[in-house]
């Protein structure tokens, strides 16, 4: 079971006290640790991450819906992205000293797993599953209210997104990568031109954008890969 000084550190940081244990020790065990303990019959975190991960953009959307009454869409999308994004989630897991407590196989550990960004991500994804499912969304609300949307009310997700280095960021956690943006095609009259352009990651084209100009174009490339991949 998940280590009984993380259940008291929960209790007293955040004023989370889980019903059913096993819900939140299947959230802190990864795959590499199933897969090296099968005799125990365990559980991996990945179908909590899944629904940690709707539970989530729920959660962060209703929150900026309602605080930013008068942005447009296409602002509250950009800042919903950059507070869902990998290098956030990772950083709530770290503040929240969930990487102390997940259960890794050996490979994994030695391998530096503990500080992987995506890891650490999905570890973010799979505790708001395990507590969506034993305490319902209510606690999802009371635990981001301590934990994102004070950063959201700072700032810190307002300014606009560079894309392209989240992609980077993203793509190259497990060993660097080759992108490449492709301008496919220039259009309109000179005063309105538009660029339409695609990114490759390591020859393999995950995303297209449309700008008005080339660099506007690449950053909604990167967008339009990140937002397929992390919908995988």
């Not at 997940?102 to 505790?127: Q, W, Y």
């Not at 708001?128 to 969304?137: K, T």
């Not at 990568?177 to 095609?185: G, K, N, P, Q, R």
Request: proline residues 2%; charged residues 30%; glycine residues 8%.
């Amino acid at each position: 079971m998940v280590a009984s000084e993380f259940v008291s550190e929960l209790r007293q940081r955040y004023g989370i006290e889980f019903k059913d244990l096993s819900l939140l020790d299947e959230a802190f065990t990864h795959s590499s640790y199933v897969n090296e303990h099968k005799e125990l019959g365990l559980k991996d975190n990945e179908r909590l991450e899944f629904l940690g991960d709707a539970v989530l953009e729920l959660t962060v959307s209703d929150y900026l819906y309602r605080k930013f009454p008068d942005r447009p869409e296409g602002d509250l999308t950009r800042m919903r992205s950059a507070a869902v994004r990998t290098r956030a989630f990772s950083g709530f897991s770290k503040e929240a000293h969930f990487d102390r407590y997940i259960k890794l196989g050996k490979g994994e550990e030695r391998a530096g797993a503990r500080t992987r960004l995506t890891l650490l991500e999905d570890l973010f994804e799979a505790f708001n599953g395990a507590l969506y499912l034993d305490q319902g969304r209510e606690a999802n609300i009371k635990f981001a209210k301590q934990i994102i949307f004070p950063k959201i009310d700072a700032g810190e997700f307002s300014a606009d997104m560079d894309h392209k280095t989240a992609l980077q960021e993203y793509v190259q956690q497990d060993g660097e990568v080759d992108i490449e943006y492709h301008l496919l095609a220039e259009t309109g009259p000179a005063h309105a031109r538009q660029f339409q352009v695609d990114v490759a990651v390591d020859g393999t084209v995950l995303g297209s954008g449309i700008g008005k100009n080339k660099k506007a174009a690449e950053q909604a490339a990167a967008d339009d890969a990140l937002t397929k991949l992390r919908a995988k």
